[in-house]
């Protein structure tokens, strides 16, 4: 039965992905800052923070790790600490989560790591700095990793997506949002095909490309 990690799983595309593994047969350990009200045999919960010093999840031999952890607020002047909260949250516990289990998937010769990123990774904005950076640098990151594991038989993804309909769609304005239900069937697609990169959808890929045109410095 094949195993995986997923890290930030309590709510949003986490939880959702969570239950989808879980359906089709795989077993799953969930890592979040609070308690899991998944009940399934097939389902161990470890409740930890990955801004924690030390954050190192220890859930074994994975075959899967989805890192879907993921934070981000508005830009107040007055407290750059929730900018830097983020780049913490999304980008250093992505880091560390790899840390801990590609060692175990590189000397099994096989195994697959997901980084939730975000179209948001090409736009230069004040609006939200610490998040924007935050997910440049792992979009950066797993690409990077991902060329130097791939030859071990080890996949790296990074997926790109726009607005989903979770609480981190903060935005009064959110072009092309999808479902919670849709962006998990994109990385139900990501676990069998293991592309080094995806961004979904399509049209809001596109939309971020032109607003970052136009919004270079």
Same mark, same amino acid.
Not at 62 to 67: G, T
Not at 164 to 171: F, Q, R, W
Not at 173 to 180: D, E, H, N
């Given at each position: 039965m #094949?195993?995986a &990690?997923?890290?930030g799983?309590?709510d949003g595309? *986490?939880?959702?992905?969570t239950r989808r593994l879980?359906?089709?047969?795989?077993?799953?350990v969930g890592?979040?800052?609070r308690?899991? %009200?998944v009940?399934?045999p097939?389902? !161990?919960?470890?409740?930890?923070?990955?801004t924690?010093p030390?954050?190192? #999840?220890?859930?074994g031999d994975?075959? &899967?790790?989805?890192?879907a952890?993921g934070?981000? !607020?508005? &830009?107040?002047l007055a407290?750059l600490g929730?900018?830097? %909260?983020?780049?913490?949250?999304?980008?250093?516990g992505a880091a560390l989560?790899?840390?801990?289990?590609? #060692?175990g998937?590189?000397?099994a010769?096989r195994?697959?790591f997901?980084?939730l990123s975000?179209?948001?990774?090409?736009?230069?904005? #004040? %609006?939200?700095? *610490?998040?924007a950076?935050s997910? =440049?640098? &792992?979009t950066s990151y797993?690409l990077?990793? *991902?060329?130097?594991v791939?030859k071990?038989?080890v996949a790296?993804?990074?997926?790109r997506f726009?607005f989903? %309909?979770?609480?981190?769609?903060?935005?009064p304005?959110?072009?092309?949002?999808?479902?919670?239900d !849709?962006?998990?069937?994109?990385?139900?697609?990501v676990v069998?095909?293991?592309?080094a990169?995806v961004s979904y959808p399509r049209r809001?890929?596109?939309?971020?490309r032109?607003l970052r =045109?136009?919004s270079?410095p």
């Open positions: #094949p195993r &990690l997923v890290v799983n309590t595309i *986490g939880l959702g992905l879980l359906d089709t047969g795989w077993t799953v890592v979040s800052r308690p899991s %009200d009940d399934s097939a389902y !161990e919960h470890i409740v930890a923070d990955v924690a030390g954050f190192a #999840p220890r859930a994975v075959d &899967l790790c989805v890192y952890a934070i981000g !607020e508005p &830009l107040d407290d929730q900018q830097t %909260d983020a780049i913490r949250v999304n980008l250093l989560t790899a840390d801990a289990v590609l #060692p998937m590189l000397a010769g195994g697959h997901v980084g975000s179209l948001a990774d090409i736009l230069v904005t #004040p %609006d939200a700095p *610490g998040y950076a997910k =440049a640098g &792992l797993l990077s990793l *991902g060329k130097a791939r071990r038989g790296v993804t990074a997926v726009g989903v %309909d979770t609480k981190m769609a903060k935005s304005v959110t072009p092309f949002k999808i479902s919670v !849709e962006a998990v069937d994109v990385l139900v697609r069998a095909t293991r592309p990169l809001m890929a596109l939309a971020a032109v =045109a136009v270079r």
